[in-house]
């Protein structure tokens, strides 16, 4: 998804937005945008209005706050980013739930070769608002999820202490990340190779 100058956002998939209407898909696709490229802080409420095309009463009608929106933002985030990219596209690459675990980095390499590479808006918000504020709260909340995903595959897969094993998991998932956005070009794979030393450390005996 990108902002066109000339016309406004482009609108998020409509699987996406589903159930929403036309100025809510404005405000939620300039603001994925503006957020998952220059973070909160740096983005303002009337740059927000004004990119989405929308008047500053049908903007506060649909989001109270700016926090609000970026509530929003973080919910879709997760469901663009997180089931639609990464789970369902591993999903689709792998045919065991081991290498449906090893496909994430590989879906990982592809998405990091992307000019639209934005790294992880649930790590930036974290770290920009600090795991005390309400966002921050969020966003440790949406990485969670990540985990509980990776730990549904590993009690597929029959791998020992699968809760242990996802936080691990996703410190390789993590750090992919960091590394890519630093330029390493090699970071999933980087990833991918610890990744499958991890599942060798906790396969069932």
């Known amino acids: 998804m990108t902002v066109d100058d000339a016309t406004g956002p482009t609108l998020l998939p409509a699987t996406a937005m589903a159930g929403r209407d036309e100025p809510v898909d404005r405000i939620l696709a300039t603001a994925y945008e503006l957020f998952s490229r220059r973070g909160?802080?740096?983005?303002g409420v009337n740059e927000l209005i004004s990119s989405s095309g929308v008047s500053k009463a049908t903007f506060y009608r649909h989001f109270p706050s700016?926090?609000?929106l970026v509530l929003a933002f973080l919910e879709l985030r997760d469901q663009?980013?997180?089931?639609d990219l990464i789970v369902?596209?591993?999903?689709?690459?792998?045919?065991?739930p081991e290498e449906r675990l090893l496909a994430v980095?590989?879906?990982f390499?592809?998405?990091f070769q992307r000019e639209d590479f934005e790294a992880c808006s649930f790590i930036n918000v974290l770290l920009e608002m600090g795991a005390g504020?309400?966002?921050?709260?969020?966003?440790?909340?949406?990485l969670s999820r990540i985990r509980g995903h990776i730990q549904a595959l590993a009690e597929e897969?029959?791998?020992?202490?699968?809760?242990?094993?996802?936080?691990?998991w996703h410190i390789l998932m993590k750090g992919s990340i960091i590394s890519a956005t630093e330029g390493d070009a090699l970071a999933s794979k980087r990833a991918q190779q610890m990744a499958r030393w991890l599942i060798e450390h906790h396969r069932g005996l």
């Open 66 to 68: 700016k926090d609000a």
């Open 109 to 111: 390499g592809d998405w």
């Open 157 to 168: 897969a029959g791998l020992d202490r699968p809760e242990e094993f996802s936080r691990s």
């Open 40 to 43: 909160i802080r740096g983005v």
């Open 88 to 96: 369902a596209e591993a999903s689709r690459r792998g045919n065991t």
């Open 105 to 107: 980095f590989d879906v």
């Open 133 to 142: 504020h309400p966002l921050g709260k969020a966003s440790i909340d949406y």
């Open 80 to 83: 663009v980013w997180t089931v």
